[in-house]
């Protein structure tokens, strides 16, 4: 704790004597709110319009098969859509890339990596992340990690293409497809950059909040954006190691021979030598990652979201500890439930039994979450800006989404829908609308702390009406075609005839993926507008408890001129009777004869 | 196609921003143009009655996806675990509904009724042990019940007895076709190993092993494999490349078929292929679908193609893991009849030792 102590006491020029030139300004900077702008540029703006990209190219595949289209010839080129037709081997990369970059590079890097940088140091009352350094090189190499996948997309052979979880044989063998060749080495090289550097972040993420907070900061004064990232880091800490240790033996047997994962195989008229491996262990070994991950992603779309929500709703976030408390049973829980995905690979049934019995006991966690959430809006005063639509819109895919999990997390159940476009519809919702929900939320909240300016609010709404109606238009229908029969990451579902009724769901749906895929333009255009011509912001526009208000507008190195301030309260003495204004900064001391709030 | 597609879309897109646009810039009309986040007395207002819209667009999703698309799902089961695969399937659908009708009209009535005013003070509630208690033990009760139910069936479904008389069927999986091989007279499949494929000529296309004396009766049929009504069977699942996923929807069956290992799943089908064509909604599904076929069969014709054929239902086995290229079309087809005609298919196969002479 003492480094907490002398965080508060220094003033900061007393020990940082450094000129900033361009180069450690905007490109090698050490300062988290500039990492924080980098990581959001590099995984939002740019992997995530790839990642959109491509699933607007195979939905259209998927509406019109075996149909011409020019717009396949521009972006794959003579080879992968010769005469405008799609080849099934690009069609499955196309999804693999897509899942891999929705996933981690936006909204895992994206999101965690723009956020935890922008608001631990702000909202705990540090001068910056324990190590700066550190904290550069992970930014650096989650860049390395986004160029290799980006040239993954130009080799030869095409970029890896089965699937994003990446199961040998299929992996593991560049005679079974193509896309398991360079385009699969590049792909696990990349993420083993990725992997190091969430790695950096997550114990720099950790360091920070345990040793940095400001005097009075107690972590039961932590805004709950904070424990979300907090254990979001320590959940990555467990499991992303794992999926590295899969990655370097996948490496292994592709590379050198051994047979960790392979057994008994034959390929192209060639018995090929490897024996007594089994490809469910990898699958062991990616879950173990793969579902953390999926919190990995959540978590902080979900901290964001109680934050603006108890902002805006003028009222303190309802059930402060038990909110403390699901994130932790969730962190625990997440990392015994993966063999959920694994119900139909052969797994001993017991097996089975154990983790229906630990999936649906997360259940309880999630439900309690969100059952705080629509509390806490009761009896508010909501504000209704784009921040606070997008976070509603987050309880109600997050619901939506995470109530089909009472299927899939059974079982029993499992058996006729796994692997089927019931579980695009289930994942999409409560994973990536929620997370993606919660990013943009998180933007149009602290774009003022980014920016110094306010985003439009006209085209805010505007994207958030368009976003919400398409993503319902997009994958709740998804539910029915998975419900028919139908398995996931097929090329066409014409080689079925039983499968022709569903051709007209397919259209709508690839309908709505157009129109949401292109209002995304709008927050593109208010994003980038803004940063030039947005109204000046104010120091704290939402009228919000939480430090990083406190902070001048103006980025300086070191985050406060001055002493960084005490806090003496938790974050949300929102609307406290006897007092004056409905919001009460964490910095401002208890007045003569105040109660302290329980919570 | 595309340029028109392109087209529509961009236009609809256009049509809906400029809409919404102008429906945000009349209802701010006469207030100070300010378009900066923060929201106004009057966006509180907009915002908050389309919140309540919202809901009623979700609702609407629902009961039109329910509706007109309830008719696309699988036909009831044909096996006999599948009914209570979908008993507990619907049961796990009604609490769903249930919490997902009032979870989702509480959160968006209240966006809608305490849409902010000026001047109005929250109150300040910051927690409530005894609510917090209810809405946590209350799923935990709900859940535990499905947990128990869910384990019960799951585990009826896969510790099945390996009896005596239940017929054992080996499917086998390659990229991208699958194989059926039946254990012959014996009702014992003989050893195999993919060490074997090479051996006569390639004849030997699953993979026996020649020494084996169980293997020489057993038989191996490709595009379609049969199987006897009322009858228990027990797959015994095997891959010889990649991982592959035997899926059988109309029996709510699945299991993965791994490279070096055999997995198993069992059931017992109860309808025939004949008494299932008659199912009157697999009748209307297959006219629709014929339907469908008979309008793109004319495109087809006018552009001078041959038409497509006209579709009769057929249960299926397909492929419900990503194997490569062809993944989207591994299929076999599956035919369930009754035990005098599965014997009179089964003996018109060749055997093993017939095929390896
Ligand atoms: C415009 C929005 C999006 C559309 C239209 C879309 C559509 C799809 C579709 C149709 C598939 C399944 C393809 C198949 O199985 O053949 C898919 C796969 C996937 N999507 Fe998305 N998606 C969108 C956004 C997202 C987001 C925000 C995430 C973030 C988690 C995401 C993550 C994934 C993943 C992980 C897969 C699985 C990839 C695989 O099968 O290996 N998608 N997407
Ligand atoms: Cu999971
Ligand atoms: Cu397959």
Redesign the interface.
Known sequence: MSAAVNNNVENHDDHHHHKETFITKWVFSQDHKMIAKQYFVTGVLVMGVIGVLMSLLFR?QLA?PE?????FEIFLGDRWAPD?VMD??IY?ALVTIHGTIMVFFVLTAGLSGTFSNLLIPLQIGARDMASGFLNMIAYWLFFISSVIMVASLFVEAGPAA??WTI????SA?PQ??PGSGAGMTLWLVSMAFFIASSLLGSLNYIVTVLNLRTKGMTMFRLPLTIWAFFVTAIIGVISFPVLLSAALLLIMDRSFGTSFF??????Q?E?LHYQ?????LFEHLFWFLGHPEVYIVLLPALGITSEIIATN????I?????MVASILAIAFLSTIVWGHHMF???MN?FL??VF??TT??I??PS??K??????T?????????????FS?GL??TF??GG??G??LG????D??V???YFVVAHFHLVMGISALYGLFAGV?HW?PKLYGR?????L???HF??T??GA??IF??M???G???L???????T????F????D?NVLIT?FA??TG??QL?FLYNFIHSMYF??K?EKN??KSNTMEWTAPVEHIHGNWPGKIPEVYRWA?D????GKKE?FVPQTTPIAKGEKI??? | ???L??II??T??AI??WQ??KI??ISNLGAKK??????SEK??DL??K??FA?LV??YL??IY?FVS??????PESASEHGYT?DT??II??I??FI??TV??A???Y??YK????NG?????????NK??LV??VI??IV??A??LY??T???D???FDEDEDALVVELYA??WNWKARYAGDDNVLGDA???F??DFD?RNSV?IDSSDPNGLDDVVVTQEFHLPVDRKVIFK?RS????H?A?M??F?????C????I??FSFTPTTTTADMRLNPDVVA?VN??NK??YDNSQELIAKGEEP?EP?Q??Y?L????????????M?MKIVVESEKDFNKWLNEQKTFSEVIQ
Not at chain 1, 276 to 280: E, H, K, L, Q, T
Not at chain 2, 258 to 261: E, F, I, K, R, S
């Open positions: 259209i019109w149909e011409s289209f020019s717009v405008g099934p081997n499955l089965a699937g199961y040998p044989p299929l063998l079974t497809q392979l057994s008994d195989i034959f390929v008229g018995v007594g491996g089994s490809p469910v709703s003028r009222k303190p309802f059930g402060y500890r038990a139909v690979t052969g049934p089975g039994s229906t019995f649906l006991l259940a309880i439900a309690v969100a059952f705080n959430y629509i509390a809006l009761w009896k508010g005063n909501l504000q209704l800006n784009p921040a606070m639509l509603i309880v109600s619901i939506t109530l089909t009472i299927i059974d079982s029993a159940l058996i006729n796994h692997d089927t149009y774009f306010m985003m439009n609010k006209t805010g709404y505007v009406w368009i919400a109606i319902y238009g709740f229908p539910h029915f075609i419900m028919a029969g398995p996931r990451r097929y090329y066409t579902n080689a079925f005839p039983y022709d009724d569903l051709a769901i309908v157009l129109i292109l209002a709008i947005g109204k912001a526009p939402w949300y929102y609307s406290k009777p409905d709030t329980e919570h | 196609m595309t340029v597609l392109s879309a961009v609809l897109l809906s921003v919404i646009t945000f810039e300010d378009d900066s986040q923060v929201a966006d509180n915002q908050g389309l919140m919202f667009f979700i999703v629902t996806s698309y309830t008719k696309v799902l699988l695969y507990l399937l796990s659908f609490i769903i919490v997902q979870t989702q509480l959160l968006h209240f966006a305490y849409r902010g005013i109005r003070k929250a109150s300040f509630i910051t927690h409530n609510l917090e809405w946590t799923p935990a859940l535990f499905l947990i869910g384990m069936t799951w585990s479904i896969m510790n390659q990229q190993n993919v060490r494929l090479n390639g993979g699942i010889q490349d990649v991982l996923s899926y929807p109309h709510r069956a699945q299991m993965n791994v490279p070096g290992m997995t198993e599904k629709r679908i469908i076929r497509l579709y239902f057929d299926l397909l492929c419900a893991k990503i194997c490569g290229a062809s993944h989207y079309n299929q």
